[in-house]
């Protein structure tokens, strides 16, 4: 019984201890806490601090960059805007010489439409024929030196008559234009087209070369050649590669066939010609003169001759007038020597004496005498 409340007594006291214990345990461990939550209180306000700073930092950077960035993209816009005005004005710039040249290329369509129309219709291919050899021949030769629409004694009229002289004496230059048959060789794709092209091509122009050399080579009034002028290079071209047998028969029938560029060398040829011709007309002239020249020149000597002559006639007069001259400056000296004398000797007489002195005798008194 007393052990029971010996141990129930003990038991009290540690109950109590341990109660005391836990009791003080709590107020440490609210201590702590309070200490903590202090400590935690003031660490939150300075991340808040720190937290709202560095906010700050951040707004005025990002402020900054959007600044910087609104900046770049303002300027970005403004060059972008200026280039592509700058490439509008550009491109206005291109369309207006783009829509000019659609202009000329209409005109040029316009005219190459009219040309065509010109060059299929056969009198009018030969009026250009004849407008293209006026303007060379117009262009080379004096107008004394051809005649257009030249009639000769048989009838025909000639496009365009050179006036030369004999020999050769005047040729004739037709104008042709075989058009239809060179076009059609050109445009034949296969061989046998172009074979039927090529003879009708051959025929047409050796037909003009026969009625040239039949109508304008007549004898006693024109030369005893012609030429046929052709207004195209590429026909003129196309003869002499691959119609080697046509310009054959043209110089058999003594017809030359010439293009543009040829006739302008032929004409120059002419010029040069007529030039010779008018130098050899005027040659008696020329003698005259020459003589005329010759004898202006005799005249001239001979006159040189008299007028040297004269000089040498004048050379001894003022030889004589020197000498005069000298013998009138000798005599001059010499009177001029011969009154200096008088004149000395008449101051001589008219000087009054000087009075003398008084010589010593040595002697022993030395007297005057």
């Known amino acids: 019984m007393e052990l029971s409340a010996i141990i129930i007594v003990i038991a009290i006291i540690a109950l109590g201890v341990l109660v005391v214990f836990v009791l003080m345990r709590g107020e440490r461990l609210m201590g702590s806490i309070g200490q903590i939550a202090d400590s935690n209180s003031s660490n939150q306000d300075r991340l808040n601090e720190r937290l709202n700073a560095q906010e700050r930092v951040m707004t005025k950077l990002l402020d900054e960059r959007l600044s910087d960035v609104s900046k770049r993209l303002s300027d970005g816009m403004i060059k972008s805007t200026d280039r592509t005005n700058e490439t509008m004005t550009h491109i206005q710039k291109r369309l207006a010489v783009i829509d000019e040249a659609q202009k000329n ?10 040309l065509q129309d010109i060059l299929s219709n056969k009198q009018a291919r030969g009026a250009f024929g004849e407008i293209q050899l006026n303007d060379l021949v117009s262009a080379t030769l004096p107008p004394s030196a051809y005649t257009f629409q030249a009639t000769l004694s048989n009838g025909r009229r000639a496009d365009c008559l050179l006036k030369l002289p004999n020999p050769p004496g005047s040729i004739v230059i037709d104008a042709k234009f075989p058009l239809e048959s060179y076009n059609a060789l050109q445009t034949a794709t296969s061989e046998a087209d172009k074979k039927v092209a090529a003879r009708a091509f051959s025929a047409d122009v050796l037909k003009h070369i026969n ?11 024109t030369a005893e050649q012609a030429l046929m002028f052709l207004p195209s290079e590429a026909v ?20 030359w066939i010439v293009s543009p560029s040829t006739c302008m060398a032929m004409l120059n040829t002419v010029r040069a010609v007529l030039r010779d011709v008018q130098m050899r007309e005027q040659a008696h002239v020329i003698q005259r003169e020459v003589a005329t020249l010759g004898e202006d020149v005799l005249r001239l000597d001979k006159r040189v001759g008299n007028l040297r002559q004269h000089f040498n006639l004048a050379e001894k007069d003022l030889g004589e007038i020197e000498t005069s001259s000298r013998k009138i400056t000798s005599r001059a000296e010499r009177i001029e020597k011969i009154e200096m004398a008088e004149d000395d000797a008449e101051e001589s007489l008219t000087a009054p004496e000087a009075p003398t002195k008084p010589k010593l005798v040595s002697g022993a008194d030395d007297r005057l005498l």
Do not use: P, W
């Open 236 to 255: 003129f071209a196309e003869l002499h590669a691959n119609f080697i047998s046509v310009i054959e028969q043209s110089y058999k029938k003594r017809v």
């Open 211 to 221: 009625d040239i050399a039949d109508k304008y080579i007549i004898g006693g009034e």
């Open 105 to 114: 290329i209409s005109e040029l369509s316009t005219r190459m439409v009219g």
